[in-house]
T-cell receptor, first 112, second 114 residues
Framework: NAGVTQTPKFRVLKTGQSMTLLCAQD?????MYWYRQDPGMGLRLIHY???????AKGEVPDGYNVSRLKKQNFLLGLESAAPSQTSVYFC???????????FGSGTRLTVV | AQSVTQPDIHITVSEGASLELRCNYS??????LFWYVQSPGQGLQLLLK??????LVQGIKGFEAEFKRSQSSFNLRKPSVHWSDAAEYFC????????????FGQGTILTVHP
């Protein structure tokens, strides 16, 4: 049981470049989330999805886009990376709203 | 809007000593509360959760937490800390119609001295 898998684990981008982070879960969870983690700020919600084909904005959505074309996958895109997007990104999933999350191991992104 | 405050950024304890990590939340109705632990370079692991019922909840790795509505608190405790407990701990709250969205505190880093 793989749980939640994030790819890639590490990435360095130049300012202005684009990239897509992939999150895949094999638990048939309905809800999926993208968070970013920065020192001293905990985890902040970027975007989330309550089902296939649906997405919504979280607390810090600017500069990011997401898609959930398949139930098991949740993609996070950076169209034009900025140094302020240097962070560790975590994907999580949940079977229903009253449960805790299952987290991926994270993607460490550096924008130079 | 819901929020979580963890007043202690960094706590140091000796191995074998007791531990209490503080968490205060803000939410208008009955909250759903969680504690997560993160080891360096790892994702977050769920330690325990409170939804309703008994206000003292037991979790994994010997941790427990007590929900106190009057104090808006959900403090995490462990009677005897092990060196492997060194990690960062996050308190989180979910409430309302937010489709399961968790709001996290800033985290508390635990250092354990031998």
């Amino acid at each position: 049981n793989a749980g939640v898998t994030q790819t890639p684990k590490f990435r360095v981008l130049k300012t202005g470049q684009s990239m897509t982070l992939l999150c895949a879960q094999d638990m048939n969870h309905e809800y999926m989330y993208w968070y970013r983690q920065d020192p001293g700020m905990g985890l902040r919600l970027i975007h989330y999805s309550v089902g296939e084909g649906t997405t919504a904005k979280g607390e810090v959505p600017d500069g990011y886009n997401v898609s959930r074309l398949k139930k098991q996958n949740f993609l996070l895109g950076l169209e034009s990376a900025a140094p302020s997007q240097t962070s560790v990104y975590f994907c999580a999933s949940s079977p229903r709203k009253l449960n805790g999350y299952t987290f991926g191991s994270g993607t460490r992104l550096t924008v130079v | 809007a819901q929020s979580v405050t963890q007043p202690d950024i960094h706590i140091t304890v000796s191995e074998g000593a007791s531990l209490e990590l503080r968490c205060n939340y803000s939410y208008g109705a009955t909250p759903y509360l969680f504690w997560y632990v993160q080891s360096p370079g790892q994702g977050l692991q769920l330690l325990l959760k409170y939804f309703s019922g008994d206000t003292l909840v037991q979790g994994i790795k010997g941790f427990e937490a007590e929900f106190k509505r009057s104090q808006s608190s959900f403090n995490l405790r462990k009677p005897s800390v092990h060196w492997s407990d060194a990690a960062e701990y996050f308190c989180a709250v979910r409430g309302g119609t937010s489709y399961g969205k968790l709001t996290f505190g800033q985290g508390t880093i635990l250092t354990v001295h031998p």
